[in-house]
């Protein structure tokens, strides 16, 4: 079982529409999470962490975070063009500096 | 973002090369982080450094060394590369005390023949 997982897509959504991506992760005791967005070519830039249960918003973007479930989801309202990119997971076990691990990502594409 | 810089940024090289890939921060992070990236597995570990000096074994460290001199170098050596090291090279850092958020450098992209 791998220790973080994402649909691969690719997700399509008009522009101006909601994205919702998800992510589940294998460890009970992961304490962070983070989205990263990843342009083709470029490489991982964060924008979003959270660590407890909830929501957290940032603009428009949205984590939700249900560590009963194992469970973590990104939502971009009003998406645009400039949004297309895959989409990073990455969940760190135990509070540590090494237990770091990244899902495979979800390609998303905003057709405008 | 932690200002972090990569070099060489691409490189070509034979299988049984040595090749060194510098990872440079300005940031002062405690933490700096060597991962790699291809289709199909996503970003993978492959040796981390908590402080000069100090390195550590990721998830596919085989094949691979690391030396951290500077608080801001951190170096990735492949002793003879193989095919199969062909990749995206990242490097990350974080700062250490809680949060852990990971900022990533440009990447370097390898191709071994």
């Known amino acids: 079982q791998k220790e973080v997982e994402q649909n691969s897509g690719p997700l399509s959504v008009p522009e101006g529409a909601i994205a919702s991506l998800n992510c589940t992760y294998s460890?009970?005791?992961?304490?962070?999470f983070f989205w990263y967005r990843q342009y083709s070519g470029k490489s991982p830039e964060l924008i979003m962490s959270?660590?407890?249960?909830g929501d957290k918003e940032d603009g428009r973007f949205t984590a939700q975070l249900n560590k009963a479930s194992q469970y973590v989801s990104l939502l971009i309202r009003d998406s645009q063009p400039s949004d297309s990119a895959t989409y990073l997971c990455?969940?760190?076990?135990?509070?540590?500096?090494?237990?770091?691990?990244f899902g495979t990502g979800t390609s998303l594409t905003v057709i405008p | 973002d932690a200002g972090i810089t990569q070099s060489p940024r691409h490189k070509v090289t034979e299988t049984g090369t040595p090749v060194t890939l510098r990872c440079h921060q300005t940031e002062n992070h405690r933490y700096m982080y060597w991962y790699r990236q291809d289709p199909g597995h996503g970003l993978r570990l492959i040796h981390y450094?908590?402080?000069?000096?100090?390195?550590d074994k990721g998830e596919v460290s085989d094949g691979y060394s690391v030396s951290r001199s500077k608080t801001e170098d951190f170096l990735l050596t492949l002793e003879s590369a193989t095919s199969s090291q062909t990749s995206v090279y990242f490097c990350a850092t974080y700062r250490g005390g809680g949060l852990y958020e990971q900022y990533f450098g440009p990447g370097t992209r390898l191709t071994v023949t």
């Open positions: 460890d009970r005791g992961s304490q962070s």
């Open positions: 990455a969940v760190n076990r135990g509070n540590t500096g090494n237990q770091f691990y």
């Open positions: 450094s908590y402080g000069v000096k100090d390195t």
């Open positions: 959270i660590y407890s249960n």
